[in-house]
């Protein structure tokens, strides 16, 4: 591990390039609606819903102008207004005007209802259609013989409000998606490409590996890359959740999508848009939104359901009234308005709409969540296992002492041969030696036979010489003696340099705790949350962490494959484990622990082990997260309680279970029930938010 100095490149983790965008949502109800999941079709996601809201819209005020003379024609209205309205063909006028209605208005219904026979999976667009087409064929029969009132008016303003309903609903839904289609927006469509002539426009998505572009002052950065050429402070919020600007200096990476401050550079591109953080991010939050955790996958259950009991409750319905003597008319009615009351609207978007939320406010935070439940299931936990290098701590490591235990070397050959071993290691004690190798001007040689010693350190020769750099646990392991009068401060982190066997000296680094972790540590004992250090470092340094942030306890010089058993013995003991590591050296953790949450900086964001992933090292993001996913699962269950509570409170109404005490819902009704539970599903969807 990265306190063990174990070596394991820290390299960047390719995710597939893959889907740009897919808001998901809305194939729970609108089965007419084509999903583009591409970004590089012609019509875009969004469009693609922006136009089916038009549609909707569209066909809204055409019924709605529609609507107004059937009611003026129907009987049952002109007795309520005291109205007579009476011509030669007066009905089959309103039969003509409520056929248009009927096929125009219903349309996306029962087109919708052949796509889920089709499909042979009925839901809501099944219910919508069948009672649309119950209550227009019963009201034709009564135009051309069969005796009975219709029912055009209560079919037309059925209709109408449907096709309103689905309208706010949509909106609703879209706006819940928004905030992964900001996400895309990000990456700025053209770039600054430097050529040996002249700085020519390009657009991004031709951009590829080792090109050169500039970003001017207040721009887009329009590729991930390392700066070549000048610096400037980078506004990173929008993808990593970090409010301050970032200082980035030459050699340093940039992210595609980062708004720059007021200077001008120049960036080395590292890979094609496809494969940038961004494209990354939108894939992993795509991918989330469409996969089903426990909760969705209870909710659909529960919606399938739903869909018999209306057709069986209305079906039931209609035979009661009828064989209890009331008219064929009154039957019909009360049946329609059961199915329409019950369709599993809100019941089916209850779920749906959080997850689009959440997953794309996630995203914005710098919290990508590739593993649903994991995430639902972060309101569990009751311990999370720190491990400490970059995480609690900066996880930038400095030189702070080089001693000699050999009159043969002196300190700047010690470093020299350490630095030859650590130059192709991106490991936070590699870094540091690499540093201060550098500030002594030091040349690095070059290293042969290079092979890691797992969670022990390295080997390699060097100009003839085997040396090594190790930790204090290979010295144990191997009986070798730790120097005489070795010390190591609390805060230090030792490795030790061994020529041809030899023992010839050790480096000491230091580590400095990260600011944000005694207030992430204090407000998980406030959640009742236990806080363990897990760390191949040694005992002091462990422990001298542990107690400066307040930590319950801490478990030290722990080798990679101890720490799983570790996590092992936690859940053996009836607790619900979260790990956060860096995804590579930590993986058999992270993939035992009952949550793995993978943490590292800029592009690294696809540790395979982990569910969860956090885009910056900050433990405070740790607990952002915590609390955000039981803020999620809240809103999760509060939409489809009230689902399940509207539908057994209006199902009896719409049932006529008080009409002996005059109260009766008619078919328009019922649709402005299930329309506003929809929508109160969708509003309260749309109040989640992130707590920094």
């Not at 130059?423 to 540093?435: F, K, M, R, V």
């Not at 390699?460 to 010295?475: C, D, E, H, W």
Request: aromatic share 6%.
């Amino acid at each position: 591990m990265k306190g063990q100095h174990d070596h394991i490149p820290m390299g960047e983790h390719k995710m597939p390039a893959g889907k740009q965008v897919a808001h998901n949502v809305d194939s729970m109800d609108h089965s007419t609606m084509k999903h583009s999941s591409d970004a590089h079709m012609e019509m875009s996601e969004h469009d693609h819903h922006a136009m089916m809201i038009a549609d909707f819209k569209k066909r809204f005020y055409v019924v709605l102008v529609l609507t107004i003379p059937v009611m003026l024609l129907s009987m049952q209205i002109q007795q309520w207004l005291h109205l007579e309205i009476d011509f030669k063909g007066a009905s089959y006028v309103l039969f003509a005007l409520a056929s248009v209605i009927f096929v125009y208005g219903g349309w996306p219904f029962l087109s919708g209802w052949m796509s889920e026979m089709k499909a042979k999976n009925p839901g809501m667009m099944t219910l919508i259609g069948f009672a649309i087409t119950v209550a227009y064929a019963y009201s034709t029969a009564t135009v051309f013989g069969l005796k009975g009132m219709d029912f055009f008016w209560e079919l037309a303003t059925l209709i109408l409000i449907m096709l309103l309903g689905h309208w706010i609903e949509m909106r609703s839904v879209m706006g819940a998606s928004n905030e992964l289609e900001l996400l895309v927006q990000l990456m700025p469509a053209d770039a600054h490409m430097v050529m040996a002539d002249k700085v020519h426009d390009v657009k991004t998505d031709t951009l590829k590996e080792n090109d050169v572009i500039l970003i001017k002052p207040g721009e887009k950065v329009a590729a991930d890359g390392v700066i070549l050429e000048g610096e400037s402070y980078l506004n990173e919020s929008m993808l990593t959740g970090e409010s301050k600007p970032v200082k980035k200096v030459k050699g340093d990476k940039v992210i595609a999508g980062s708004i720059n401050g007021n200077n001008s550079f120049k960036v080395t591109v590292s890979h094609a848009a496809k494969d940038s953080y961004l494209s990354q991010v939108v894939k992993l939050v795509d991918d989330a939104q469409k996969s089903k955790s426990q909760t969705q996958l209870l909710a659909d259950t529960a919606a399938k359901w739903l869909t018999v009991i209306a057709l069986v409750t209305g079906i039931g319905t209609f035979l009661y009234w009828y064989l209890t003597g009331q008219t064929l008319a009154f039957a019909m009615e009360r049946m329609v308005t059961v199915i329409v009351i019950c369709c599993p609207h809100a019941l089916g978007l209850a779920v749906p709409l959080v997850v689009a939320k959440s997953t794309a406010l996630s995203a914005k935070h710098g919290l990508l969540i590739k593993n649903r439940t994991a995430f639902e299931n972060s309101r569990k936990i009751t311990t999370i296992v720190f491990d400490k290098t970059g995480t609690l701590t900066v996880g930038k490591f400095e030189v702070s002492k080089i001693v000699l235990l050999d009159k043969e070397v002196d300190k700047n050959e010690l470093i020299r041969l350490a630095s030859a071993l650590e130059q192709n290691s991106e490991h936070p004690i590699a870094t540091g030696i690499l540093q201060k190798t550098k500030d002594l001007k030091i040349t690095i040689p070059k290293a042969e036979n290079f092979r890691a010693i797992t969670g022990q350190g390295v080997e390699a020769t060097v100009a003839g010489k085997n040396i090594m750099v190790v930790s204090p646990g290979y010295l144990k392991e191997n009986k070798l003696s730790l120097p005489d009068g070795f010390t190591a401060n609390d805060t230090e982190t030792v490795v030790f340099v061994l020529i041809d066997k030899k023992l010839s000296g050790y480096i000491a680094l230091s580590d400095e705790i990260r600011p944000e972790s005694a207030e992430a540590i204090r407000t998980l004992k406030q959640e009742s949350i236990k806080s363990i250090l897990l760390t191949g470092d040694n005992n002091k340094v462990a422990g001298s962490v542990s107690k400066t942030l307040g930590m319950d306890s801490f478990i030290a010089e722990v080798l990679p494959h101890q720490k799983l058993e570790k996590i092992k013995e936690l859940q053996q003991k009836g607790e619900f484990v979260a790990m956060t590591g860096d995804g590579v050296n930590d993986a058999p953790a992270l993939a035992q622990a009952d949550i793995g949450i993978a943490v590292g900086s800029g592009s690294d964001i696809a540790a395979e082990t982990a569910g969860i992933v956090l885009v910056n090292s900050n433990p405070k993001d740790i607990v952002s997260l915590i609390l955000f996913g039981r803020a999620t699962y809240r809103k999760m269950v509060q939409n489809l309680a009230w689902a399940t509570g509207y539908n057994v409170i209006t199902l009896p109404l719409a049932a006529g279970v008080l009409y002996n005490q005059g109260m009766v819902l008619s078919p328009a009704a019922g649709a402005v029930l299930m329309t506003v539970s929809t929508v109160v599903v969708a509003i309260n969807a749309s109040l989640l938010k992130v707590k920094a």
